[in-house]
């Protein structure tokens, strides 16, 4: 089983591995780790310490709380294998066989949400755009000028997404980011499921920088084109905390579109167990999203596609299929529904694992839009609607930067002005509603005037 082992090693180690100039390889922290083969081209990652506001339980994540990178508080991840004969055994010995070992995490298998079903597009993104009401947005100079919009999926096509389109879009090359042992330049990766979402992004917009990382490019043993492992994901949120930081403080915006989950408790520990992902938010990668909404980052996850009424045939959850950070409290979960405002039957109920009231809201799906997979398929599932929620995300941070409006702020604007099309209030078909930009303007509007 693949793991992320969590370690605590000197000071010194910790300061070289925070430091982007300085390379640290994974022997240099965790040399000697019995029964584990290390992953020697996974750079090692540093973990933040959470530490809870004055007053806070110190034993608890729910709470008010900071997060500390310095040298004597942070943790550093190591990835590698341990084989499954052996893997209880060594989890369990593990922390007392070596004081610096933190914790053994399970490492689980990460895929994007493509819908099930074969049903025709419903609208194209011409209706979505009008939906989204981006001429008033961009009437109050929301269009994403400024704004960087990091897509975490299977790479983009940058020249796929402008000639559909029909306008520029921008790309930043030095600030995206490529895991070790994937081939490829940012924008120039072959046409699929990551340049749909850079796509959708854009309706909202269309003048946001986008970053490419393709954390679903990572190829496991026995996996598919389209799946990649957590600890891609962690060492991308890393890389993303280096461009939010070198981000001028005031002006700070950074949206993180994440259309992927994880599908199956097959790849995890159970739930209960110290290294679960799915229901544990002390899992290292949970508290690295944390750390990175609390720095001023807008991190949005689909909600997935294991809806009753049409459910993807990779979920093996039970039930509460939203799992892991597409439940996280920090973070924006997102539903699907069609042009018409009806929601897609693959778009998955709450409640979550992590936070209960989950999706948070829904955006829209289900249309003809980038063409990534043919001319008459359309860009769907959760996958879809996530990127054109952070679109908006984007639009907003035109103007209203994380230093004026914070990323919980900001997160609950957007569930208080939806448009709620169930039950009075949040329910787990809706969340709270479908994303209203001119409701979000109004809102902004009256906030400007105050």
């Not at 209960?272 to 690295?288: L, M, T």
């Not at 509460?320 to 929601?343: C, F, K, Q, T, W």
């Not at 209203?400 to 609950?412: C, F, I, K, N």
Request: hydrophobic share 40%; glycine share 10%.
């Amino acid at each position: 089983m693949r793991v992320l082992i969590q370690l605590r090693p000197s000071s010194e180690l910790v300061a070289a591995v925070t430091d982007p100039a300085v390379t640290v390889s994974p022997a240099d922290v965790a040399d000697g780790l019995p029964g584990v083969v290390l992953d020697a081209s996974y750079s090692p990652v540093a973990v933040p310490r959470p530490v809870p506001a004055a007053g806070g339980d110190p034993l608890s994540l729910s709470g008010p709380m900071t997060f500390s990178l310095a040298a004597d508080d942070a943790s550093v991840l190591v990835r590698g294998e341990i084989s499954d004969d052996e893997l209880s055994t060594r989890v369990s010995l593990l922390p007392g066989t070596r004081t610096d070992v933190v914790g053994v995490f399970a490492d689980p298998v990460i895929e994007p949400n493509i819908t099930c079903g074969g049903d025709p597009p419903v609208g194209d993104w011409r209706d979505v755009e009008r939906l989204l009401a981006v001429g008033d947005l961009a009437g109050d100079g929301l269009d994403g000028s400024g704004v960087a919009l990091a897509v975490l999926d299977t790479g983009i096509n940058h020249e796929h997404v402008a000639l559909h389109l029909d306008r520029e879009v921008t790309l930043d090359g030095e600030r995206s980011w490529v895991p070790g042992g994937v081939d490829g330049t940012p924008g120039r990766f072959a046409v699929d499921h990551g340049t749909m979402c850079a796509f959708d992004a854009l309706i909202a917009a269309p003048k946001a920088t986008l970053l490419d990382l393709p954390v679903l490019l990572s190829q496991r043993q026995g996996g598919s084109a389209l799946d990649g492992l957590l600890s891609d994901a962690v060492a991308a949120f890393a890389h993303l905390r280096e461009v939010l930081n070198a981000q001028p403080e005031d002006r700070r915006a950074l949206v993180v579109s994440n259309s992927w989950g994880s599908f199956s408790p097959r790849w995890d520990f159970p739930v209960g167990h110290p290294g679960n992902y799915s229901d544990n938010p002390a899992h290292p990668f949970n508290v690295i999203v944390a750390s990175l909404e609390q720095a001023g980052a807008d991190i949005l996850f689909a909600a997935g596609n294991c809806g009753r009424d049409c459910r993807d045939g990779r979920c093996a959850f039970p039930d509460r299929p939203i799992v892991g950070a597409n439940s996280h409290a920090s973070v924006l979960s997102i539903g699907g529904v069609d042009v018409n405002n009806e929601r897609v039957g693959y778009s998955s109920q709450g409640p979550g694992r992590l936070a209960k009231r989950k999706p948070d809201v829904c955006s829209y799906t289900h249309f003809s839009g980038s063409k990534a997979f043919g001319d008459d398929q359309p860009d769907s599932g959760t996958s879809a609607a996530c990127p054109v929620a952070a679109g908006l995300v984007a639009a907003v941070r035109t103007q209203w930067p994380a230093s004026r409006l914070s990323p919980a702020q900001l997160r609950t604007l957007l569930r208080r002005t939806a448009d709620d099309r169930s039950t009075a209030g949040f329910d787990y078909d809706y969340g709270y509603g479908i994303t209203d930009s001119k409701g979000i303007l109004a809102a902004l509007r009256r906030r400007k005037d105050a």
